[in-house]
C-alpha cells in the first residue's frame, strides 16, 4: 500500500503539498494540495489545520486496503478457533484439573502455616479433651520474641476463671489476648508461640476488649461494654473461653463493681473458661472466695518504678496509680491531693515522692488574635475619589489620584512623569474632581499610554476582522 502510494506521489509531484505518504484514521493517504484535488483519483480523508492540504487515499491503495481488511477478519477467526479448541480440551480435562487446582490449594496452605511457624518460633502444641490449658513461655504472635517477657498460665481442672488485675501499662490485656490467640491458633491446626503448650478445643470464642463508644448508634463507652457483655452470655456455654478487659469500667466505681460481680457469677455458673481484668478491690475479694475463680497480678516493681510483665497466679495486685502517675511526671502537689481524696491525710506519710516539689510547666500554644476594627475605614475609602488634585507633602506638589485609597490607607497619586503610592495623611485635597471634570469623563487619558488604551479598546470590541488569504 505504501509503495503504491509513493509511486502515486512521484507520478504527480506538482500536485503533492509534501514529499511523503501519512497514516490517517487507519488509511495509507498522500497530501494533496486543495486546488489539485480533482487531479487525483481518490477519497478525502482528512485535512491540515488550514485546509490547504487534503490527505487522500487513492483508488489503486483502497483495494489493497480492502484486501488487508479481510485477512484481518480471517486473523481473528483463526484466533477464535484456536481459543473454542484449547476451552474445549480443558473442558475434557476439568476434573482432574480441579482435583489438581484442590491439591494446590491444601499444600500451598501447609506450606504457608509451616513458613509462619517458623517466622514466629513456634511449637506444636498437645491437644486435650479434659477442657484444660497450659502455656509455658507463651507470648503474643506480634511481639517481638527477644522483647517479649513469656507468659506462664494453667487454667482448667478445679479453676475456671482467672482475674488478673495490676497496675496500667502492666500488660493485663496483652497476657488475656495471648492466651485467646494461642487456642485459635492451635485450634486452627496452626503452632503456637510457646516453649510448650496442653491446649483444649473450645466451641466458641468470645471477647470484650476495647472501647466500643459510637455515636452513631448512642452508644457510651459503658453502653458499649454492656452490650458486649450481654450478647457474650447469650452465647456462652460450658465448651466456650472467653476474655474481657475492664470488667465493670466506664461507670460509677460503685455500680461498676457491683456489675462486674453479677458478670462474674453468670461466668462463673456457665462452666466455661474465662480470664477478665479489672482494678476494682471488690471484685478481688470476690475471685479470693469464690469457688472455681483464682486472683492473679501483673508484678510492679516499685523501685524502678516500671512493670515487670509477669502474671503469678493466686495473688491479687495493685492499680499502682500514684506510682505510675509519678513516674510520668505528675506533680507531687497534685499527687498529695490525690493521695488523700482515697486515703486521707494520714496516707501522705507513708508514700515517698520520687521527685522534687516542682510546678506543672505550662507549655506554649497559638492563641486565638482577634482583627482590630479599623475606625473610619468606609469614611477613608470615600475621602479621595479619582481624578481629584490633591497636594502631595512635603514638598506640596500637586498630582491627581489616579488609584483611590486602600485598606492600608494608602493611594496612588500621578505626579509629572510618574506615579506613587503615598499615605493618606501626607495628601490634601486641592481641587475635587467633579469641579474639574464632566459626570462621564474617561480617566485612562489622563493615566493610559496610547498604546495601552488601543489595546484595551480592540479587547472591548465584540470582534476583529482578520484579513484571509489564499495561496
Known amino acids: 500500500m505504501k509503495q503504491k502510494a509513493e509511486q502515486i506521489m512521484r507520478s504527480n509531484k506538482e500536485s503533492m503539498a509534501d514529499n511523503y505518504c501519512t497514516l490517517r484514521n487507519g488509511r495509507v493517504c498522500i497530501p494533496v494540495k486543495r486546488e489539485c484535488k480533482l487531479k487525483i483519483s481518490g477519497s478525502v480523508i482528512d485535512k491540515s489545520s488550514?485546509?490547504?492540504?487534503?490527505?487522500?487515499?487513492?483508488?489503486?491503495?483502497?483495494?489493497?486496503?480492502?484486501e488487508l481488511q479481510i485477512l484481518t477478519i480471517s486473523e481473528e477467526n483463526e484466533v477464535y478457533r484456536i481459543l473454542?479448541?484449547?476451552?474445549?480440551?480443558?473442558?475434557?480435562?476439568?476434573?482432574?484439573?480441579?482435583e489438581?487446582?484442590?491439591?494446590?490449594?491444601?499444600?500451598?496452605?501447609?506450606?504457608?502455616?509451616?513458613?509462619?511457624?517458623?517466622?514466629?518460633?513456634?511449637?506444636?502444641?498437645?491437644?486435650?479433651?479434659?477442657?484444660?490449658?497450659?502455656?509455658?513461655?507463651?507470648?503474643?504472635?506480634?511481639?517481638?520474641?527477644?522483647?517479649?517477657?513469656?507468659l506462664q498460665l494453667e487454667i482448667g481442672e478445679s479453676v475456671r476463671g482467672i482475674v488478673i488485675t495490676g497496675p496500667n501499662t502492666g500488660g493485663k490485656t496483652v497476657a488475656i489476648k495471648t492466651v485467646m490467640l494461642?487456642?485459635?491458633?492451635?485450634?486452627?491446626?496452626?503452632?503456637?508461640?510457646?516453649?510448650?503448650?496442653?491446649?483444649?478445643?473450645?466451641?466458641?470464642?468470645?471477647?470484650?476488649?476495647?472501647?466500643?463508644?459510637?455515636?452513631?448508634?448512642?452508644?457510651?463507652?459503658?453502653?458499649?461494654?454492656?452490650?458486649?457483655?450481654?450478647?457474650?452470655?447469650?452465647?456462652?456455654?460450658?465448651?466456650?473461653?472467653?476474655?474481657?478487659?475492664?470488667?465493670?469500667?466506664?461507670?460509677?466505681?460503685?455500680?461498676?463493681?457491683?456489675?462486674?460481680?453479677?458478670?462474674?457469677?453468670?461466668?462463673?455458673?456457665?462452666?466455661a473458661l474465662f480470664l477478665v481484668t479489672t482494678h476494682y478491690p471488690e471484685v478481688k475479694e470476690y475471685a479470693g472466695s469464690a469457688q472455681d475463680i483464682l486472683n492473679a497480678r501483673m508484678t510492679f516493681d516499685k523501685e524502678t518504678l516500671k512493670p515487670t510483665y509477669q502474671m503469678v497466679l493466686g495473688e491479687a495486685g495493685e492499680s499502682c496509680a500514684f506510682y505510675i502517675a509519678d513516674r510520668l511526671g505528675m506533680p507531687n502537689?497534685?499527687?498529695?491531693?490525690?493521695?488523700?481524696?482515697?486515703?486521707?491525710e494520714g496516707a501522705l506519710d507513708r508514700y515517698a515522692f520520687q521527685k522534687e516539689d516542682m510546678p506543672l510547666e505550662k507549655e506554649k500554644t497559638n492563641k486565638i488574635l482577634k482583627n482590630k476594627?479599623?475606625?473610619?475605614?468606609?469614611?477613608?475609602?470615600?475621602?479621595?475619589?479619582?481624578?481629584?488634585?490633591?497636594?502631595?507633602?512635603?514638598?506640596?506638589?500637586?498630582?491627581?489620584?489616579?488609584?483611590?485609597?486602600?485598606?492600608?490607607?494608602?493611594?496612588?497619586?500621578?505626579?509629572?512623569?510618574?506615579?506613587?503610592?503615598?499615605?493618606?495623611?501626607?495628601?490634601?485635597?486641592?481641587?475635587?474632581?467633579?469641579?474639574l471634570y464632566p459626570p462621564d469623563y474617561d480617566f485612562s487619558i489622563l493615566f493610559e499610554t496610547i498604546e495601552n488604551r488601543k489595546i484595551r479598546h480592540d479587547m472591548q470590541r465584540k470582534y476583529t476582522k482578520e484579513e484571509i488569504r489564499y495561496d
Not at 50 to 66: H, R
Open 84 to 98: 473454542y479448541t484449547l476451552s474445549a480440551m480443558v473442558a475434557e480435562s476439568v476434573t482432574v484439573m480441579d
Open 50 to 66: 488550514t485546509g490547504s492540504t487534503l490527505f487522500m487515499e487513492p483508488t489503486s491503495v483502497a483495494k489493497y486496503y480492502e
Open 100 to 150: 489438581n487446582i484442590a491439591m494446590m490449594e491444601k499444600l500451598d496452605f501447609i506450606i504457608s502455616k509451616g513458613k509462619l511457624s517458623i517466622d514466629l518460633h513456634a511449637v506444636e502444641p498437645s491437644i486435650n479433651t479434659e477442657r484444660k490449658i497450659v502455656l509455658k513461655d507463651g507470648r503474643h504472635p506480634l511481639m517481638d520474641k527477644m522483647v517479649n517477657i513469656p
Open 333 to 344: 502537689q497534685m499527687l498529695r491531693v490525690a493521695i488523700a481524696a482515697a486515703y486521707g
Open 182 to 271: 494461642n487456642c485459635m491458633m492451635a485450634q486452627c491446626g496452626l503452632h503456637v508461640t510457646c516453649k510448650e503448650a496442653d491446649i483444649c478445643m473450645n466451641n466458641s470464642y468470645l471477647c470484650d476488649i476495647g472501647d466500643g463508644q459510637n455515636i452513631a448508634e448512642n452508644l457510651s463507652t459503658f453502653s458499649s461494654h454492656i452490650k458486649n457483655v450481654l450478647e457474650v452470655l447469650r452465647e456462652i456455654n460450658e465448651g466456650s473461653l472467653v476474655i474481657m478487659d475492664e470488667l465493670g469500667s466506664g461507670t460509677d466505681p460503685t455500680e461498676g463493681m457491683g456489675i462486674a460481680i453479677a458478670i462474674l457469677e453468670e461466668l462463673r455458673k456457665s462452666g
Open 373 to 435: 476594627k479599623t475606625r473610619g475605614s468606609a469614611k477613608l475609602r470615600t475621602k479621595y475619589k479619582l481624578g481629584d488634585s490633591v497636594f502631595v507633602y512635603p514638598d506640596k506638589k500637586i498630582g491627581i489620584v489616579c488609584e483611590p485609597v486602600n485598606a492600608k490607607g494608602v493611594l496612588r497619586v500621578q505626579l509629572p512623569g510618574k506615579k506613587i503610592w503615598i499615605n493618606h495623611k501626607r495628601v490634601k485635597l486641592h481641587v475635587a474632581a467633579t469641579e
